[in-house]
């Protein structure tokens, strides 16, 4: 059983007594506990503030947090705060400010891109800036806890965290957080905060049959690789006569296959970042929990990517030769254009289940990628359309070789016709995912495919209030 109490880290911060006042020189936040036999025995994690020099008037102070055994152990250090002026006594707001921007920094750090950095942005906090101050607080306590903490105090930390972090208010102060981090820091905060979905290449399923190649560097290659994905859902309640209608929209799906390694070692032990795997497929499934409350879902239709026509024109030249010679000489082209719809969206319904399908077709025969081989043939032309699929104007994928589905070209919304009892209230609902990756040929001539799998399950809370 976790101890859940919600530690309230500006709170107590603002509320500190002046430094003059204080009888040591370091006070501290207890910010969760681990359960024990002996309740004088137990660890925790602590917020610490200290002074220095620890006299009634400090040049600076310092924040760190640690684990509270008989001998503390440090896990997390701030950087100094000086204090402004020889009679400052608390900390002010520009005070408070640097130390959010160095809690966030610190979070980022725990990501890939150790040279990320977030400044705040020019105008003063407002709103609820506490709890967004609250909610950095509380994230870089949970990486904390898994990466840094003992392992007698990481479970019930970490479960006491984990409630604080998914409260409803967390969730409210998470879309200012977002805001302030801009775009690009909110994908790696997602990425550091496992709020995205990722999976090393060489942990995911096979599908049968699929035979291990003996290449060493293009085994390299594939297995040092990690899927990526982000899926946002965007959902409203629409208020009718006797019923409630909920609407479940795809707001964007983004997949990428990202190196594990730098380029320089996959360039020498294998055949470079490009050759790897690509989406091939990603389907979810969306159902309301409370059966009885549903009364009908509708979807919408199944659609195509946009068209791209590609060939060349058909033509025939001849002439004949002067009169002093015999003959005709002539030329013949043949071309042949090609209708590619790469990816296939599908819609269907099963019980109260709405199950959305995303499909990469062959853009030559028009098979299912996924569940497919090439041919030999095709493997040993330099201009099939999965070779050098990276840089082709045409390429299903992004330059980097992942994938987008956004609302406005990939899909519409499924409704659910729920029962008007149900207003006010919180339903359940679980969704369940599954994302296939394949490899074929980029630029190395090799006869070996494959594809894989990974499946996941998440389950969610949504306040049934009316939106619209």
């Keep these: 059983m976790a101890y859940n109490f919600a530690p309230d880290a500006w709170g107590w911060i603002t509320s500190l007594p002046q430094f003059s006042q204080w009888h040591t020189s370091a006070m501290s936040l207890c910010i969760c506990t681990t359960p024990s036999a002996s309740t004088s025995s137990q660890p925790s994690m602590n917020l610490s503030i200290v002074k220095a020099p620890p006299t009634p008037q400090p040049s600076y102070v310092t924040f760190s947090i640690f684990a509270n055994y008989h001998v503390p152990l440090s896990l997390w250090a701030s950087k100094p705060f000086h204090l402004k002026t020889k009679s400052q006594q608390t900390l002010d707001e520009q005070d408070l400010i640097q130390m959010f921007v160095d809690i966030v920094n610190s979070v980022l750090r725990y990501g890939p891109d150790k040279k990320s950095s977030f400044r705040f942005p020019g105008a003063q906090p407002h709103g609820n800036f506490k709890d967004v101050f609250n909610i950095a607080f509380l994230s870089l306590s949970f990486l904390i806890c898994i990466y840094e903490s003992p392992r007698d105090l990481r479970p019930g930390c970490l479960d006491s965290l984990r409630i604080q972090l998914t409260s409803s208010k967390c969730k409210d102060a998470a879309k200012s957080l977002v805001k302030m981090l801009g775009a690009n820091l909110e ?50 309640t629409v208020r009718r006569d006797n019923w409630i209608d909920v609407e479940v929209k795809v707001d964007n799906i983004r997949c990428d296959v990202d190196s594990l390694v730098s380029e320089t070692l996959m360039s020498e032990r294998g055949y470079g970042s490009e050759e790897k795997h690509f989406p091939s497929r990603v389907m979810l499934q969306i159902t309301p929990m409370q059966q009885s409350d549903v009364l009908s879902v509708s979807v919408g239709k199944s659609n195509d990517n946009p068209t791209h026509e590609f060939g060349l024109e058909t033509g025939f030249e001849g002439s004949f030769d002067p009169p002093n010679s015999f003959g005709l000489k002539a030329s013949v082209t043949e071309s042949l254009t090609l209708a590619m719809k790469p990816w296939k969206f599908e819609q269907s319904v099963h019980g109260n289940t709405a199950t959305l399908n995303w499909f990469l077709h062959d853009g030559v025969n028009g098979r299912e990628v996924y569940s497919s081989k090439p041919s030999k043939l095709s493997l040993l032309q330099p201009r099939a359309w999965f070779r050098d699929r990276y840089s082709t104007a045409y390429r299903p994928f992004t330059k980097q070789g992942g994938v987008i589905f956004a609302r406005d070209e990939y899909g519409d919304s499924v409704w659910w016709k729920i029962c008007g009892a149900t207003l006010g209230k919180t339903m359940d609902w679980e969704i369940r995912g599954w994302i296939w990756l394949t490899y074929w040929p980029n630029k190395q001539r090799t006869f070996h495919s494959e594809t894989r799998w990974l499946e996941f399950r998440e389950c969610l809370q949504l306040p049934l209030t009316k939106f619209s």
Excluded: H
């Design 187 to 236: 994908d790696q905060w997602m990425q550091i905060m496992n709020l995205a979905l990722y999976c090393p290449v060489i942990s995911m399923g096979k599908e049968e049959p699929a035979e291990t190649t003996q290449d060493e560097r293009l085994l390299f290659s594939l297995i040092y690789q990690q899927l990526e994905c982000v899926i946002q859902l965007a959902y409203r």
